[in-house]
């Protein structure tokens, strides 16, 4: 059975404690911390493809008042679902089991008319595509990990999904921060913001 663990879990969890906000632009920005993870149990000589989606959370609106994140009401309309297969898919399970499994390089965007975003077409979605539209700022989301025991990514709708959720990644989408103490994390932790921080720390 394959197992999966989640990477920086302590700075995630960090995040979570504050309530986790990722920011959504027009252009795509990408989510800190980034989702990683090592897997493991795999066949090292099959081979798989390794995918995520991100979904709602809950069927809530949220509003950040008095300091915290408080429900606000009903959540918006989703839109279909879409998958991001990771660009080295399909690999053997030896080669999954070296190495850490990133998608740093996805990006959220609120932009429904984004020419990078995800189609329906799973063979689309291979090509590199790395924008992910979320439609609902002040909504939460829930990245999902999943593996597929398949050699070919047009076999991805007729096979199973081994899937694989861990809930200190659940964030709530943003245009702004909202929350300085979530802020401040960002700062002291991503190396792209270390223009933001104090001189001499």
Same mark, same amino acid.
């Given at each position: ?34 989702? /990683? ?22 069927? !809530? ?53 984004? /020419? ?8 689309? !979605? ?76």
């Amino acid at each position: 059975d394959p197992q999966v663990t989640l990477e920086s879990k302590e700075l995630w969890d960090q995040f979570h404690k504050r309530g986790t906000e990722m920011v959504i632009t027009k252009s795509g920005r990408r989510m800190f911390p980034s989702f /990683k993870v090592r897997v493991s149990g795999l066949d090292k000589k099959a081979k798989y493809i390794l995918l995520m989606d991100i979904v709602a959370a809950d069927d !809530c609106r949220y509003k950040f008042h008095n300091s915290r994140w408080m429900v606000a009401g009903k959540a918006d309309p989703e839109m279909p679902k879409r998958m991001y297969i990771h660009p080295d898919s399909p690999s053997t399970g030896e080669q999954w089991m070296q190495k850490t499994v990133s998608f740093h390089k996805l990006k959220l965007t609120n932009n429904i008319s984004d /020419k990078h975003g995800f189609v329906s077409s799973p063979v689309s !979605c291979y090509f590199g595509f790395l924008n992910w539209t979320l439609w609902n700022a002040m909504h939460k989301y829930q990245p999902r990990f999943h593996i597929v025991k398949a050699n070919d990514i047009l076999k991805l709708p007729w096979s199973h999904f081994r899937t694989f959720v861990f809930r200190e990644t659940d964030f709530i989408a943003v245009t702004a921060y909202q929350n300085e103490k979530v802020t401040q994390l960002k700062i002291d932790n991503n190396p792209f913001a270390k223009g933001f921080r104090d001189q001499g720390t």
